[in-house]
C-alpha cells in the first residue's frame, strides 16, 4: 500500500547525520542517553514513548515504537493504555484552552 509516509525511511533514521554530522552526533548521544535505565526502566521508557508518538503523530516513531514495547514485553493491552493516556492529554490540553475562548466571549459580551 502506497502511502504518505515511506516505512522504509524509518531505517535512514540513523543517516540523518548525512547533512550535518555534528548535530546529529549530539542528538544521537542524547537520544541514547534519555533511553538508558534509569528512574524509569528502558519498559517504562518505551511506553512513554509510544504514548508520546501517538500525541504527535509521528508514524515511524508509532512504528518504531510498537516494535520496541513488544521486544521489551508489553502487552496489546498496556499499549492501548498508553495510548489512551496521551489521548486523554492530548484532549485535555485542547479543552483547557476554550478557556481562552470563554474569556474572549465574555469580554466581548459585556
Known amino acids: 500500500m502506497k502511502t504518505y509516509y515511506n516505512p522504509e525511511d524509518l531505517k535512514k ?15 544521537f548521544d542524547y537520544y541514547g542517553e534519555v533511553f538508558k535505565e534509569g528512574a524509569l526502566t528502558a519498559r517504562e521508557k518505551s511506553l512513554i514513548a509510544l504514548a508520546v508518538a501517538h500525541a504527535i503523530q509521528c508514524p515511524y516513531c508509532i512504528d518504531a515504537y510498537t516494535v520496541d514495547t513488544m521486544e521489551k ?20 490540553a485542547s ?5 481562552q475562548m470563554m474569556n474572549k466571549v465574555k469580554e466581548i459580551s459585556m
Do not use: N, P, Y
Not at 19 to 25: G, I, N, P, T, V
Not at 79 to 90: D, F, L, Q
Not at 95 to 99: A, I, K, M, P, Q
Open 95 to 99: 479543552l483547557v484552552h476554550s478557556t
Open 73 to 92: 514485553g508489553c502487552d496489546e493491552e498496556q499499549m492501548m493504555e498508553a495510548v489512551h493516556v496521551a489521548a486523554a492529554i492530548r484532549g485535555g
Open 13 to 27: 533514521f540513523g543517516k540523518i547525520g548525512e547533512f550535518q554530522k555534528s548535530m546529529a552526533d549530539k542528538f
